[in-house]
């Protein structure tokens, strides 16, 4: 074995003790530990995506349910009154897989309806409620209140996909999934649904909207009505790399033009979607 090499392995087993030593005692605090784990990034020992994963999981632990649902006014909802074949359009149209069913009101919810479960009774032409209420799923709540990681565990337990969440009178405040949860350890997780092919920019309800990163300048400026320099790059992604000065992490942001964006999906090569959200507003 080679100085070289023996040297790089001496290193290796350094930071690989240091990382043992944060865990085998009780460390002062998370950020104590997020920084023994960034030294050993820098290091190459935790690979950028891997630590990504690890700072979104630690995250995680402080966050709670209302931080990250997808709030009463934005759910797509089945109402029990609706004829079957007057809702389907909805369900096809929003490409979700679950929705909560709901009787006489917004916070009467009795089930929640498979989008898969449907398609053998549309093939039988058997779309009657009498047949929907039977293959019907219990709902599952949860308080506004309950930690990520504690969902998230139970989500495992039940196998359950989707939570409605209820505000402290009992109404319904939203809902939530699993993929709402995981997204907020591994990032963005891009779908076939999420953007139409031709489509690089997504609007969301909260007045933010998700952006490719390989969207043009040209594309950018046309959608928000700015005026970047569209000789220099080619991509909304290039002009953001240039002003982070470095690649950023998940999470990042910074601010420029007006708009604040915010890394929503990254590893350690490239930038690949964007939040953005507009300054002005409130």
Do not use: C
């Not at 460390?27 to 960034?38: F, G, T």
């Not at 939570?163 to 402290?168: C, K, L, Q, Y």
Request: glycine letters at 6%; aromatic letters at 6%; proline letters at 4%.
């Amino acid at each position: 074995m080679s100085d070289d090499q023996s040297s790089r392995g001496q290193d290796r087993k350094s930071w690989l003790e240091r990382i043992s030593q944060a865990f085998s005692s009780e460390p002062e605090s998370v950020e104590d530990v997020l920084e023994i784990l960034r030294d050993a990034e820098e290091h190459n020992i935790i690979d950028t995506d891997a630590m990504s994963i690890i700072e979104g999981a630690m995250q995680v632990i402080d966050m709670r349910v209302d931080e990250i649902m997808i709030p009463r006014s934005q759910m797509v909802t089945v109402k029990a009154s609706q004829e079957p074949k007057a809702f389907l359009k909805e369900i096809i149209d929003s490409a979700h897989s679950r929705f909560p069913v709901i009787g006489d009101s917004q916070d009467d919810v009795i089930g929640v309806l498979l989008a898969k479960d449907l398609l053998p009774l549309a093939l039988n032409n058997d779309l009657h409620w009498n047949r929907i209420r039977e293959i019907l799923r219990p709902p599952t709540f949860v308080p506004e209140s309950k930690r990520l990681n504690q969902l998230l565990k139970e989500f495992k337990e039940t196998r359950n996909h989707m939570a409605i969440v209820v505000d402290e009178y009992g109404g319904t405040a939203g809902l939530i999934t699993i993929e709402d949860v995981l997204e907020q350890i591994v990032g963005e997780i891009e779908d076939e649904h999420d953007f139409d092919e031709e489509t690089n920019i997504k609007p969301h309800g909260d007045g933010s909207w998700a952006v490719k990163a390989v969207t043009s300048v040209e594309d950018f400026n046309e959608f928000f009505g700015t005026d970047m320099d569209e000789q220099e790059f080619d991509t909304i992604g290039g002009i953001v790399l240039k002003e982070f000065g470095h690649l950023p992490r998940r999470g990042e942001t910074i601010s420029f033009y007006g708009f604040t964006f915010t890394i929503a999906n990254a590893d350690n090569r490239v930038i690949r979607l964007l939040q953005v959200t507009r300054d002005d507003v409130e």
